[in-house]
């Protein structure tokens, strides 16, 4: 049962909660859930006793005990898996595969069942975003110009580790990163640099802007360069000088910028969570809401 006292955000303080709640506000009317995990909001249908909703966001998928071995064990397979793809040719191609399916099926039986279907969901999207940027676009060409098999559940590990570190990074991440994207995207403009990556500095500053989650998108960047960095320097992939559709945008192998996709991602990802999570309340649960004391 949750339990609240005055003072803290609107007046009341959410001390402790269930993980997930429904919430009906003072006139029984259910309330939608909000974006942020353990944080209330007033309700304002009635405004002089008001009640408070509990808000709310998925866990991350990555949590408990194991959590960093696993986080660890998804660095070394994308890493070294990397370096099997180039050496190794088709059979090597084929046996990082079955071991990034193998990784991804473990983590997936540790999951609950609303993100296990958030991350098959998630899966089939980035699928057809690979599908899309490289086979239709062209943006960049694989060694075997085809979709590696190892490459959408490589796109969901990334995606399940993104959070894991970025629950450890300071405030000030979140203050320091748009200004140094923003600065990079003009200096990649203004230089002809890479026009491209000036194109993904919009597209991560409006993603910071009206996401919720960006620890997430900040660390996202990061991570994404590392292995942008990693991939096209072994030759597993290469970017295009001209990225195609893009009324001649030029970029360099790889943009730097390229995390700001994975933090597009991981907006609609998230939305998918939440939406998976909300179905999967039971509809037995009972029902807290809190009045002002």
Sequence with gaps: ??????????????????????VYNCNNQALSLHPKLNTIKPCHYNK????????FTPPPPL??????????????????????????????????????????MYLLAQQTPAWRTTLVLALVLVFAIECLLSLVFGWYDYQF?????????????LFMLGPTIARKLPDVVTTISPIIVALYGTFAALSGWSTFDSALAIIFLIAYRYGSSRKTYCIMIVLALALELWGTWLGNWTWRPVTPFTFGLTTQNPPLLAGALYACFDMCVMVIARAVHRRHINASQPIYSAQSA
């Design 1 to 22: 049962i949750p339990h609240f006292e005055k003072g803290g955000l609107g007046g009341i303080q959410l001390l402790s909660a269930p993980p997930i709640a429904r």
């Design 48 to 55: 002089t006793n008001p009640c408070y909703a509990l808000t």
């Design 63 to 104: 949590q408990g005990q194991n959590t960093w071995l696993h986080a660890l064990l998804i660095v070394l397979t994308l890493a070294v898996g990397l370096v099997v793809d180039k050496l190794g040719g088709v059979t090597g191609q084929i046996i990082v595969s079955v071991a990034v399916w193998a990784l991804l």
């Design 145 to 157: 110009f085809n979709i590696p098999p190892f490459v959408p559940p490589g796109h969901i590990l």
